[in-house]
């Protein structure tokens, strides 16, 4: 997460290696994120369509 925080350009993503269950989990806590500091955020519809991408 702490690289992901650093990246200032998209390209910039590529030097970035991580596994399934990493990406899986950083979505996981960025919805719990959103979710305790946005009122009503809800849950993400797309989070199941974005697990399957990153699998």
Sequence with gaps: M?????????????EISTNADARRKILETMEIYYGLHIPDF?????????K???R
Excluded at 2 to 14: G, I, K, M, S, T
Excluded at 43 to 48: A, G, V
């Design 2 to 14: 702490a690289e992901l925080l650093q990246v200032r350009h998209p390209q910039e993503l590529e």
């Design 42 to 50: 809800g849950k993400m519809k797309t989070l199941p369509i974005l």
């Design 52 to 54: 399957e991408i990153m």
